[in-house]
């Protein structure tokens, strides 16, 4: 009975407001109500227009690491030097670039001397590609590079693996170049003569694989879905 | 006419002296526009730069609190007597606790066609992109450098950005205040008016509020119950004169009505009270875009929405020393506080 008349006096009912009232001033928050959308998830085309401007960015840069002259550098020590695309063209922003003599353990030599190189993006800097996609204007994208291997003087040829990222927008994507099928530069064509880039954008897995002409096929799950233009970054679908 | 300029790179957009563009969106219409002075001296100088899609977001937290701030403090007693007069005026202060999150916002607009954004790029003509709108929300920071944008993505690609707008007021608390008198005491009904005279607060010009309710107490009928019993209803009206002269009457127009039922108990000078209320409240923004370097693209902005809030629950107490003084908090979707002074006779 004494418990019945606790429960019917009112107390109860108080105790029952302030404790959900204490316990509400401890835990409750407001829910957000600003829109906080997601990105929209990336197509197979559109992963596919990303990894090709990686693809132009690398035939266009990556064979500075075989044109570059001392004419070119700067004050620099031995082995190590900066470069910076001449203004005006569709590639601006620097590179480094390093030069060694006795392969990847060996010792920095004159760029003209060297059986290996490095061509990668100091810290903090990109290379700004502009391309011409087809919507009327230009689109500028960054790029930055991670790349070594060895340098044929005689042939001409750098056949380099690494890493490096595209930034569009807000959207950055990454890439690595396969270590069983490094991209084959030549000082003397735009065009890469083998050589397959990996990615995984959106959750898309792409390779892009040069075969020394002007175009790049974009392989998706084992099929080759798509082919890049190298000259303007384009994308055509594979029928 | 070249409503845009696309040639050069995209970045060089940004700080443009004016941009604007428009573009038709699977959901309706969205306009944009930017100017090099994006911070402005009143909140309707602000939104006047954007259309209603980047206006939707950047004002949502405004938009969603303030019913909630409408619909509180609404009572402070389940207690009306049955014959006896009682009267009483005073003033209740609010405020809404915002999440965090909603001092930014990110909004992404599918549109079908970039033509629209230039009609003399024939490139563009029916290419889809996207449009992904972000920056501070109304209450998000003010500072020029985190100046709100709109990012154009098309097959992937950045297009590039324009510039948005600055947060108005950067706080996490949505606040309101309303004087308020009521009378009643006769067969357990009591009348409750909030009034405002038209006013300006801050940059808010014209502000025109009025609420009215009624409660019905059951205590003259259950003398013996342990607690006090009463239900009611509240509606207000709040609204911010538009002060360009194109028309357009009201910057915002909301309404706010709360359904409750209450319960209290009371000891000499102190009452515990509690209730659940099922509430609405809705907000119209109307105003007139104008794009002084594009004609074409100046358009009266018109859209309506509803509170997010659609019920509460409330726990408060009053204290009863000189005057009724009470503090209260009220928890559905978002939470508000709120804070009465009233004097009673």
Partial sequence: MKHKKWMTDGRGIVALLLLTGGLMLVG?????????????????????????????????????????????????????????????????GSIMLEYFDGGPGGTHSHWNDADYGLLYSPSGEVVTLALDLGFGFEVSVDLTFDLAGPIDRAADTATVTGSGTLASGDE???????????????????????????????????????????????TIADVVTFMIDLDTGIVTPVT | MRLFSWSGRFPGWRGNARIGMTAVLVVGLVMVGSTDAARADSLQQLMEQVGP???????????????????????????????KLVFGFGVKVMGTYMNEE???????????????????????????????????TIFGSTADEDIGQIDFYSNGVYLGSVDGITGFWETRW??????????????????????????SVGDLEN????????????????????????????????????????????????????????????????TVYGGYALEDSKMDVSYYYEDENFPALTQQVNF????????????????????????EAGFGDLTTYSAGVMLGF
């Fill in chain 1, 28 to 92: 409750c928050e407001s829910d957000p109500v600003a829109p906080q959308d997601e990105l929209p998830q990336l197509t197979e085309q559109e992963a596919a227009q990303q990894a090709a401007i990686v693809a132009v960015g690398l035939a266009k840069v990556g064979p500075e690491l075989l044109k570059f002259s001392g004419l070119k550098a700067g004050p620099a020590e031995l082995g190590i030097y900066p470069y910076e695309f001449p203004s005006g063209g569709d590639i601006t």
């Fill in chain 1, 172 to 218: 950055t994507t990454g890439f690595t170049i396969s270590e069983t099928d490094p991209v084959v530069l030549s000082g003397l064509s735009a065009y890469p003569s083998g050589g397959t880039l990996l990615f995984t954008i959106d959750g898309i897995q792409l390779e892009v694989s040069y075969d020394g002409d002007d175009t790049a096929a974009v």
């Fill in chain 2, 53 to 83: 899609e980047y206006a939707k977001a950047y004002a949502s937290p405004f938009i969603h609190t303030f019913g909630p701030n409408q619909n509180s403090n609404l009572y402070s007693t389940a207690n009306i007597p049955f014959g």
């Fill in chain 2, 102 to 136: 909603d001092q930014s916002f990110r909004k992404v607009v599918q549109i079908d066609d970039l033509g629209v954004l230039d009609p003399d790029n024939p490139d563009l003509d029916g290419v889809s992109g996207t449009a992904v709108m972000s920056g501070p």
């Fill in chain 2, 174 to 199: 949505a606040p309101l205040f309303a004087p308020e008198a009521y009378i009643g005491g006769i067969l357990g009904f009591k009348f409750t008016l909030r009034y405002l005279p038209t006013m």
């Fill in chain 2, 207 to 270: 502000i025109t509020y009025m609420g009215y309710g009624l409660q019905w107490s059951a205590s003259g009928l259950l003398d013996n119950f342990p607690v006090d019993l009463m239900v009611g209803f509240f509606s207000t009206k709040l609204d911010v004169e538009n002060t360009q002269g194109l028309g357009q009457d009201k910057l915002f127009d909301s309404e706010a009505n709360s359904y409750f039922v209450a319960v209290s108990k009371s000891w000499p000078a102190l």
């Fill in chain 2, 304 to 327: 309506s929405v509803d509170g997010r809030q659609e019920s509460r629950f409330t726990a408060g107490v009053t204290l009863d020393v000189l005057v009724d003084l009470n503090l």
